[in-house]
């Protein structure tokens, strides 16, 4: 039987483990081996993808993913929830004292790194381990943003509170230190290259044992490295207890249990951070197979690549246990940056292919089998599991409704109308009109300032329309930009977001997308700015690439009163129905132009999606005011960057002649004559007049500036309607909502794709609007 087979409820045991590439190794990775329990906890909506249950966790499968891997349905009840875990009294242990420190080595004769040594720490776990939570608490204010190295992944880094000489990476959220994804490989070239002194594993204690996973791997790379048992709060309201210890004692590293989102435990992690960091401990242990297991196969195979590869990985400055994992399971990089001669590959070769005729499993499933098996043992000698958990039956009600069969997209309909309906019109739209009402009047003040004072005149227009007009204008959009974030932020940490993406993945690999690719695109509806950011959560580059390059399709809210100035004025009867036209034809566009980017730039598959889905959580108060903090401030530099002197501009062209004369005739100001020359190329799609041309690539600037524009140039009564005929204003409604995004839009796909990204924006997005434009003008035309 296979998975894909399988009905809700039903549960099984895998037995084999098809797929190839970053696809199989994802499954393995997420703890899908030979021998392990799943349960299909549902399917999507749309029947496909599949949520199982498995090591006491959600993890979500494609339907054709799922056919790859082989299993036998098991009838019996489970123990318990969750499998392994040591029964018994659940009694607290003590947490080893600290001071005492050097448990794991001898201190005599080691000489600790200097007092001003800097003690720089990367700061790695699974998504949704609490890392944003834990690394807010451990900095506080003192945090820089950048990208690393020339990728566009974000990274902060930050001081340790009350500790100057150290600096923590939040690194990305990663589940394994295979090669298969950007993420980890930038949190392994991070660890190999930058060398930090030390590590700080943070590890979810409710989903220990695929946390656990990614730990053992770090344990390898060699690195002083402290254990963060995070969620330790939901973990005791439950019942559950883990045996500090022990574990400490198993695995030759400081365990710590904090609740990051409580802000317990922290100064005690920071200490013993600080003290493996200062004494460089590494890790105890490093070994985790064990000799006798399943016929000690892997074991005897690690070890003897281990003696082969040593000489190589001391050159390369590569940690051997690690070089030798990776080569066994055929890690392209690492076996290239160790330079085996042939022989040498050729008896890894040899040695890895006995192992995986002795052990009955190929290489890359024995050596996660191996890893899972010295895990279960960890667990079951120190980890106390309660039953269900609260979160999780919780979780499970809420996802009755949220993911239900016949409830989720309603709710998820309901749920985005009133996201958008609380930014744009209720919340946003209050503090918007504020925002306004304060630049008007400010500006008015200047006005009369420099009227009474007599400034030359040009400079009062500078000031006044350029400065305040054009950056005022877009400031007045910060409320709604940190709303919509706040409210996006809500839904992501609380994981619906997580959810949405499950509901809708079907539908959006009909255009080549995943399901994660659904976020960005909705908050497009929105601002297409924070759409582009948003695509940053994506795990893989085709498709945040793709996703970034279709958000601009998703009509975004500045464009609203250009819909309703034409349309009132041309359709007054027809106005919302027009509206919701173009929204749907935008979308429609934007997937004929998925398909094409598909075949052209970005084919073959979209991301596995393997994904979890974690219980439903609280958001944190610090976080969310961490990030709108953060937003606003990118905003508000973006604003008085770009915006600021594309304003200038733009007032300059407008307001002079080419002969450099200040305040002519408004139609030989240089803008004018520029838009006259570009005005014919506007002709076959009825609107070729230099105002309207002129309208539009203030638009650029801001879209709300097109209707402005209009309205200072031509006016909207008579004047208007002698320009444009119905079918014409069709046309020019068609162009607008399709051409190239504004500034601020362009200048955030450049810093995320790069410049020659933005400028095909730019084209692309004109010349399938001027197509659009002309179809729907010539049909317009046959209709009368
Ligand atoms: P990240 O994805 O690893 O950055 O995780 P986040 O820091 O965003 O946290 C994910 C969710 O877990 C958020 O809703 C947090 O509020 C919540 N969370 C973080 N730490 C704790 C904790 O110690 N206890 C509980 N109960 N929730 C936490
Ligand atoms: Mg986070």
Same mark, same amino acid.
């Given at each position: 039987?296979?998975? =894909?087979?399988?009905?809700?409820?039903?549960?099984?045991?895998?037995?084999?483990?098809?797929?190839?590439?970053?696809?199989?190794?994802?499954?393995?990775?997420?703890?899908?081996?030979?021998?392990?329990?799943? %349960?299909?906890?549902?399917?999507?909506?749309?029947?496909?993808?599949?949520?199982?249950?498995?090591?006491g966790?959600?993890?979500?499968?494609?339907?054709?993913?799922?056919?790859?891997?082989?299993?036998?349905?098991?009838?019996?009840?489970?123990?318990?929830?969750?499998?392994?875990?040591?029964?018994?009294?659940?009694?607290?242990?003590?947490?080893?004292?600290?001071?005492?420190?050097?448990?794991?080595?001898?201190?005599?004769?080691?000489?600790?790194?200097?007092?001003?040594?800097?003690?720089?720490?990367?700061?790695?776990?699974?998504?949704?381990?609490?890392?944003?939570?834990?690394?807010?608490?451990l900095?506080?204010?003192?945090?820089?943003?950048?990208?690393? #190295?020339?990728?566009?992944?974000?990274?902060?880094?930050?001081?340790?509170?009350?500790?100057? $000489?150290?600096v923590?990476?939040?690194?990305p959220?990663?589940?394994?230190?295979?090669?298969?994804?950007?993420?980890?490989?930038?949190?392994?070239?991070?660890?190999?290259?930058?060398?930090?002194k030390?590590?700080?594993?943070?590890?979810?204690?409710?989903?220990?044992?695929?946390?656990?996973?990614?730990?053992?791997?770090?344990?390898?790379?060699?690195? #002083?490295?402290?254990?963060?048992?995070n /969620?330790?709060?939901?973990?005791?309201?439950?019942?559950?207890?883990?045996? !500090?210890?022990?574990?400490?004692n198993?695995?030759?590293?400081?365990?710590?249990?904090?609740?990051? &989102?409580? $802000?317990?435990?922290i100064?005690?992690?920071?200490?013993?951070?600080?003290?493996?960091?200062?004494?460089?401990? *590494? #890790?105890?242990?490093?070994?985790?197979?064990?000799?006798?297991?399943?016929?000690?196969?892997?074991?005897?195979?690690?070890?003897?690549?281990?003696?082969?590869?040593?000489?190589?990985?001391?050159?390369?400055?590569?940690?051997?246990?690690?070089?030798?994992?990776?080569?066994?399971?055929?890690?392209?990089?690492?076996?290239?940056?160790?330079?085996?001669?042939?022989?040498?590959?050729?008896?890894i070769?040899?040695?890895?292919?006995?192992?995986?005729?002795?052990?009955?499993?190929?290489?890359?499933?024995?050596?996660?089998?191996?890893r899972?098996?010295?895990?279960?043992?960890?667990?079951?000698?120190?980890?106390?599991?309660p039953?269900e *958990?609260?979160?999780?039956?919780?979780?499970?009600?809420?996802?009755?409704?949220?993911?239900?069969?016949?409830?989720?997209?309603?709710?998820?309909?309901?749920?985005?109308?009133?996201?958008?309906?609380?930014?744009?019109?209720?919340?946003?739209?209050?503090?918007?009109?504020?925002?306004?009402?304060?630049?008007?009047?400010?500006?008015?003040?200047?006005?009369?300032?420099?009227?009474?004072?007599?400034?030359?005149?040009?400079?009062?227009?500078?000031?006044? $329309?350029? !400065?305040?007009?054009?950056?005022?204008?877009?400031?007045?959009?910060?409320?709604?930009?940190? !709303?919509l974030?706040?409210?996006?932020?809500?839904?992501?940490?609380?994981?619906?977001?997580?959810?949405?993406?499950?509901?809708?993945?079907?539908?959006?690999?009909?255009?080549?997308?995943?399901?994660?690719?659904?976020?960005? /695109?909705?908050?497009?509806?929105?601002?297409?700015?924070?759409?582009?950011m948003?695509?940053?959560?994506?795990?893989?580059?085709?498709?945040?690439?793709?996703?970034?390059?279709?958000? #601009?399709?998703? =009509?975004? &809210?500045?464009?609203?009163?250009?819909?309703?100035?034409? &349309?009132?004025?041309?359709?007054?009867?027809?106005?919302?129905?027009?509206?919701?036209?173009?929204y749907?034809?935008?979308?429609?566009?934007?997937?004929?132009?998925?398909?094409?980017?598909?075949?052209?730039?970005?084919?073959? %598959?979209?991301?596995?999606?393997?994904?979890?889905?974690? $219980?439903?959580?609280?958001?944190?108060?610090?976080?969310?005011?961490?990030?709108?903090?953060?937003?606003?401030?990118?905003?508000?530099?973006?604003?008085?960057?770009?915006?600021?002197?594309?304003?200038?501009?733009?007032?300059?062209?407008?307001?002079?002649?080419?002969?450099?004369?200040?305040?002519?005739d408004?139609?030989?100001?240089?803008?004018?004559r520029?838009?006259?020359?570009?005005?014919?190329?506007?002709?076959?799609?009825?609107?070729?007049?230099?105002?309207?041309?002129?309208?539009?690539?203030?638009?650029?600037?801001?879209?709300?500036?097109?209707?402005?524009?209009?309205?200072?140039?031509?006016?909207?009564?008579?004047?208007?309607?002698?320009? @444009?005929?119905?079918?014409?204003?069709?046309?020019?409604?068609?162009?607008? &909502?399709?051409?190239?995004?504004?500034?601020?839009?362009?200048?955030?796909?450049?810093?995320?794709?790069?410049?020659?990204?933005?400028?095909?924006?730019?084209?692309?997005?004109c010349?399938?609007?001027?197509?659009?434009?002309?179809?729907?003008?010539?049909?317009?035309? @046959?209709?009368?």
């Amino acid at each position: 039987m296979f998975l =894909s087979e399988m009905k809700a409820g039903m549960r099984c045991r895998v037995a084999r483990v098809g797929g190839e590439g970053a696809l199989r190794q994802h499954f393995l990775d997420m703890g899908v081996i030979p021998g392990v329990e799943m %349960e299909l906890v549902k399917l999507a909506p749309m029947g496909d993808p599949m949520e199982f249950r498995i090591h006491g966790y959600e993890l979500t499968l494609r339907v054709a993913d799922a056919a790859r891997i082989e299993a036998e349905a098991i009838e019996e009840k489970p123990d318990t929830e969750g499998g392994s875990g040591a029964r018994g009294s659940g009694a607290e242990s003590s947490h080893p004292g600290l001071g005492e420190g050097g448990k794991y080595h001898v201190k005599e004769g080691e000489d600790p790194l200097p007092e001003d040594a800097v003690l720089s720490f990367a700061l790695v776990g699974n998504q949704n381990s609490g890392k944003t939570t834990l690394f807010n608490q451990l900095t506080g204010s003192n945090q820089h943003v950048g990208n690393f #190295p020339g990728v566009t992944v974000d990274r902060k880094d930050g001081v340790i509170r009350r500790h100057p $000489n150290t600096v923590v990476t939040d690194l990305p959220g990663i589940y394994s230190m295979s090669p298969y994804s950007a993420e980890e490989l930038i949190t392994r070239g991070f660890v190999l290259d930058e060398k930090p002194k030390g590590i700080i594993n943070i590890v979810d204690a409710t989903n220990i044992e695929r946390n656990m996973y990614l730990t053992i791997q770090l344990m390898e790379l060699d690195v #002083p490295m402290v254990l963060a048992l995070n /969620m330790m709060d939901e973990v005791t309201g439950n019942g559950g207890s883990i045996r !500090i210890n022990e574990m400490e004692n198993l695995l030759g590293i400081p365990v710590v249990p904090i609740s990051a &989102s409580r $802000n317990e435990g922290i100064s005690e992690l920071i200490d013993h951070a600080i003290h493996v960091a200062r004494y460089q401990e *590494s #890790p105890g242990r490093q070994d985790f197979c064990d000799k006798d297991e399943d016929g000690g196969a892997v074991h005897r195979c690690i070890h003897a690549v281990m003696h082969l590869i040593r000489d190589h990985a001391d050159e390369a400055g590569l940690p051997i246990r690690f070089a030798a994992s990776k080569v066994i399971e055929g890690d392209p990089l690492i076996t290239e940056a160790l330079k085996l001669d042939d022989n040498e590959k050729e008896m890894i070769e040899h040695i890895a292919l006995q192992m995986e005729e002795e052990r009955g499993l190929d290489r890359a499933a024995a050596m996660a089998d191996m890893r899972y098996d010295f895990i279960t043992r960890v667990c079951a000698a120190t980890v106390v599991r309660p039953g269900e *958990s609260k979160e999780h039956q919780r979780s499970r009600k809420i996802d009755r409704i949220l993911t239900g069969r016949f409830t989720a997209l309603p709710a998820f309909i309901v749920i985005m109308g009133l996201v958008f309906f609380l930014t744009f019109h209720v919340i946003g739209r209050a503090f918007q009109d504020l925002i306004e009402a304060g630049v008007t009047a400010l500006s008015g003040t200047v006005d009369q300032a420099f009227r009474a004072v007599n400034v030359a005149e040009w400079l009062r227009s500078l000031v006044v $329309n350029g !400065i305040f007009g054009g950056v005022g204008t877009v400031l007045s959009f910060l409320p709604i930009i940190v !709303i919509l974030f706040l409210f996006l932020s809500l839904l992501e940490d609380s994981g619906y977001m997580a959810r949405v993406a499950f509901v809708m993945d079907k539908i959006l690999r009909k255009i080549g997308l995943s399901g994660r690719s659904i976020v960005p /695109m909705l908050i497009g509806f929105g601002c297409t700015v924070p759409g582009v950011m948003a695509s940053r959560t994506l795990p893989s580059e085709r498709d945040r690439r793709m996703t970034i390059l279709l958000t #601009p399709f998703m =009509s975004c &809210s500045a464009k609203l009163p250009i819909y309703a100035f034409f &349309s009132q004025a041309f359709f007054p009867r027809y106005a919302a129905l027009v509206m919701i036209g173009l929204y749907v034809l935008d979308i429609l566009v934007g997937i004929g132009v998925a398909a094409v980017y598909r075949k052209a730039a970005f084919s073959g %598959e979209a991301v596995p999606f393997v994904m979890e889905l974690p $219980n439903y959580r609280m958001p944190g108060v610090k976080n969310v005011a961490r990030l709108l903090w953060d937003k606003a401030k990118d905003f508000l530099q973006r604003a008085f960057t770009i915006i600021f002197l594309a304003s200038i501009v733009i007032w300059f062209l407008q307001n002079f002649d080419f002969m450099l004369r200040f305040g002519g005739d408004p139609e030989n100001s240089i803008l004018a004559r520029a838009a006259g020359l570009i005005a014919p190329v506007f002709s076959p799609v009825g609107f070729g007049d230099w105002r309207l041309t002129t309208s539009l690539i203030t638009g650029f600037l801001a879209k709300e500036s097109v209707v402005s524009t209009v309205r200072v140039l031509i006016g909207s009564g008579a004047a208007l309607s002698s320009l @444009l005929t119905p079918a014409s204003a069709l046309s020019l409604l068609t162009f607008s &909502s399709l051409y190239t995004p504004c500034v601020a839009a362009v200048s955030s796909i450049r810093r995320e794709l790069g410049r020659k990204w933005a400028l095909a924006v730019i084209l692309i997005q004109c010349v399938v609007a001027w197509a659009a434009a002309f179809l729907i003008y010539r049909i317009a035309l @046959l209709f009368g």
